[in-house]
């Protein structure tokens, strides 16, 4: 088994009410591999600049990560993102976003990088997602990130990567945007009506709910005492996501899934704790276990029946 992901390699600028940091390594791609390379071999899929260089690659490397199929553009500069949040954290503001080598890019993938079992489209131009879902012909689970920014300038391009997966993990507030609806497994249905068979909503800190044709299964956020940064949480999440379905053989079975939530939701809860990727990047397998089984303690209870009134 294997895991493919395509998306953003970035340097981020953030600030939030604990701080902030001018230039850390970032970037969905990068979120999400730290976290999937807990479960299966990743293949990230993007482009860098002169000034990626060998502390960022060791960051990958040190997980396992194969960047085999990150490409160099000689005399480019890698993505650049800064953001400021705000005080709840919930929500932010983008300050810059400079494409830099994203924007000519076209996705080259190595063999290897086709023959995956499972795909990871992270949030970039929905043309470059499908792309990449159409180089990857064998691929069993394919998810789908995306963001505000695609839903409004190229809704038909993004339409169309929907139509060509197996599940989309967005947040609520993107998901409402797509369809007018605010409630989540309203709003989830209607996305799955363009094809996928599943769909995760990410509520921020009050958790994520997974949707199925007939069922709806939600998980809360893992109570953290403090949030430094939830830059690359929702990636995070979706590296323990799909990374655990890589895990179980691209067995996306109901089962499988709601593991998959367990386990992007523990993922996630390490990487707000610390700055960008500074926290997962030392993480241990044992200590993700843990809060898994918190959160299974946390969340079920024994419903033997009450005598009510009435
Ligand atoms: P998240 O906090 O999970 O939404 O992911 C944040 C990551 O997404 C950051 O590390 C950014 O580098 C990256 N990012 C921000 N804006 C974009 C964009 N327009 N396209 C691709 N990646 C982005």
Redo the contacts with the bound molecule.
């Keep these: 088994m294997s895991v493919t992901v395509v998306?953003?390699i970035?340097?981020?600028a953030v600030q939030t009410p604990h701080g902030g940091r001018e230039r850390m390594l970032?970037?969905?791609a990068?979120?999400f591999a730290l976290a999937a390379a807990f479960f299966d071999e990743v293949r990230v899929v993007g482009p860098v600049g002169d000034d990626f260089g060998d502390d960022e690659y060791a960051v990958l490397r040190g997980r396992g990560v194969n960047t085999d199929d990150i490409e160099h553009v000689e005399g480019g500069k890698t993505?650049?993102?800064s953001?400021v949040y705000h005080e709840n954290m919930n929500s932010?503001d983008?300050l810059e976003?400079d494409?830099n080598v994203?924007e000519t890019f076209e996705p080259k993938l190595s063999q290897a990088s086709r023959d995956a079992d499972v795909v990871f489209l992270?949030?970039?131009l929905p043309e470059l997602q499908l792309n990449v879902r159409r180089q990857c012909e064998r691929a069993k689970f394919v998810a789908l990130?995306s963001?505000d920014?695609w839903i409004n300038i190229a809704h038909e391009a993004l339409v169309a990567a929907i139509s060509a997966v197996d599940c989309v993990i967005l947040?609520d507030s993107e998901v409402e945007l797509f369809t007018g609806e605010r409630e989540v497994v309203a709003g989830a249905r209607k996305i799955m009506q363009h094809g996928p068979r599943a769909m995760v909503v990410k509520l921020g800190r009050y958790g994520a709910a997974l949707v199925t044709p007939d069922d709806s299964f939600w998980v809360p956020a893992y109570p953290v005492d403090f949030v430094a940064d939830?830059?690359?949480?929702?990636?995070?999440?979706?590296g323990g996501f799909v990374g655990c379905v890589a895990a179980h053989g691209g067995d996306a079975s109901i089962d499988v899934l709601k593991l998959a939530m367990a386990y992007g939701t523990a993922i996630a809860s390490f990487n707000v704790e610390e700055f960008?990727t500074e926290r997962v990047a030392r993480l241990t397998g044992p200590e993700i276990v843990e809060r898994v089984e918190e959160l299974q303690r946390m969340a079920s209870f024994d419903a033997p029946g009450v005598a009510l009134k009435g």
């Design positions: 998306g953003s970035a340097f981020d970032g970037g969905a990068v979120h993505f650049f993102w953001g932010r983008t976003t494409l994203f992270a949030n970039i990130d963001m920014l947040n939830p830059t690359g949480a929702g990636d995070s999440f979706a960008g």
